[in-house]
């Protein structure tokens, strides 16, 4: 018989987007990606969903949104505000196909444009950096793509830097890849540190929200197993907002057994949480719905933390984004070993370490 007309209808209703991709930097939500008929947004930063300002809209979201802390709610709300049956659900527009935003432009004019939503647009929330058929925002005159946003859909990748004696690993999602199973790519990551020239490995978590927990194991003991980089100074982890679920796990596990200095944004997920979705279809509504069921102490059993946070706090400016500047790499890479040194910064963040008993 097929499914009924009324729940086509509503599925399509629940479906309908804005096109385009909105980022939460210090200052405040810009549009870094969208359809091609709306470039001329891009770099724009959105002052208000019709009447609401942007911080009033967060304010609207927050009880819709299940999350272990706040820091989530900075990477799940930008995505949530393209949805315009829960902008009209939350009062902030009256018009759900028809989104009035108000816009701060890249030469500082504002001005209020109406962006249609849209039932055919993709699922943007793990297509990196954006869908194939969208643009993104490319700042004239900056430099190259700095490394974090140079190849964001691989689900891991790494390069070796001889000029920093470093070595960058990228951890995008803890999903095996077809090219290569993750086992057989952490076996050729650490040959290639064990035959260079390597001070610091870097492992850059911000952008992976999850995956399978039970692939971590061969990463987790070849960090444990090194002493080359696993030592005050030689390892280095980025986490940040979207860092939750299968790659909370695994900050976790590298905080407690390693000697990794966090650098960026608090983790979106606890130590402690719940993960591994099952995936549902609701019976009236026909959306497809996911409910976590495993709950993984990847820390110590006392661990109550609603997040890790980093020994370098670094937050995301729009003013490094549109220069290809990336200040974690640059508080990383500037500086100078050894970590342990005289310095009172490396005395605090060792002390630190060391009495809050997490490793």
Do not use: C
């Amino acid at each position: 018989m097929g499914t009924p007309k009324h729940y086509l209808s509503r599925t399509l209703e629940f479906a309908e987007t804005l096109p385009m991709k909105f980022f939460l930097f210090k200052e405040g939500l810009y549009v870094i990606a969208a359809d091609p008929k709306y470039r001329d947004l891009l770099g724009s930063q959105v002052l208000n969903f019709g009447d609401a300002s942007v911080n009033q809209a967060m304010v609207a979201l927050a009880p819709v949104v299940f999350r272990d802390n706040d820091v989530w709610l900075k990477t799940m709300g930008p995505n949530l505000l393209r949805y315009a049956a829960l902008l009209k659900a939350l009062n902030l527009v009256s018009d759900p196909s028809l989104v009035p935003l108000t816009i701060r432009d890249l030469q500082g004019h504002t001005r209020m444009v109406t962006v249609s939503s849209d039932p055919t647009q993709p699922d943007i929330w793990n297509t990196y950096p954006y869908p194939s058929t969208w643009v993104g925002f490319s700042p004239s005159g900056a430099g190259p793509l700095p490394l974090y946003i140079k190849n964001m859909e691989a689900f891991y990748w790494f390069q070796y830097l001889p000029e920093s004696r470093a070595v960058y690993f990228q951890y995008n999602r803890v999903l095996p890849d077809s090219k290569e199973p993750f086992d057989a790519f952490v076996t050729r990551l650490f040959a290639v540190i064990a035959q260079h020239d390597v001070d610091k490995l870097i492992i850059d978590l911000r952008w992976n929200n999850g995956g399978n927990t039970y692939l971590l194991p061969p990463l987790i003991n070849a960090l444990v197993g090194t002493p080359k980089i696993n030592r005050e100074g030689g390892l280095f982890v980025i986490i940040g907002r979207r860092t939750f679920s299968a790659a909370g796990n695994a900050a976790a596990y590298i905080q407690r057994q390693t000697n990794a200095i966090f650098v960026g944004e608090p983790t979106g997920a606890k130590p402690n949480s719940l993960g591994d979705e099952v995936y549902f279809t609701l019976p009236y509504s026909k959306l497809a719905a996911t409910a976590a069921d495993v709950y993984w102490e990847s820390s110590w059993p006392q661990d109550f933390r609603n997040w890790i946070a980093p020994q370098i706090f670094v937050e995301p400016t729009f003013a490094a984004y549109r220069s290809n500047q990336d200040a974690a790499m640059d508080a990383i890479l500037g500086l100078a070993p050894p970590w342990v040194s005289d310095q009172p910064t490396s005395r605090f963040l060792v002390q630190v370490r060391t009495t809050n008993g997490y490793r």
